[in-house]
């Protein structure tokens, strides 16, 4: 897919260490994951994401993630906008 990038972070070697910039960079992938995963969880907060989809018609599954993408964005802006 263009535009996106999967990065996992390094395994510790049996019976050895991970060296600082193995540890590093797994510091920041897992920085990255948790604001990703805070999203995730943030879309899934409209139920119609979290439980099965029963509409049939098509396209409206995907108009169902984006109006939930669009509402957590709108919380996220309006949380920021108290600060």
Do not use: W
């Amino acid at each position: 897919m263009e535009g996106v990038d999967v990065r996992q972070p390094k395994k510790k070697p049996r019976n050895g260490e991970l060296k600082k910039e193995e540890k590093d960079s797994n510091r920041l992938i897992s920085s990255v994951r948790v604001i990703v995963e805070h999203v995730i969880s943030g879309v899934k907060r409209c139920r119609v994401v979290k439980d099965v989809f029963r509409n049939t018609k098509l396209g409206y599954d995907d108009l169902a993630m984006e109006v939930a993408c669009g509402l957590h964005n709108y919380r996220s802006n309006l949380r920021l906008a108290h600060y």
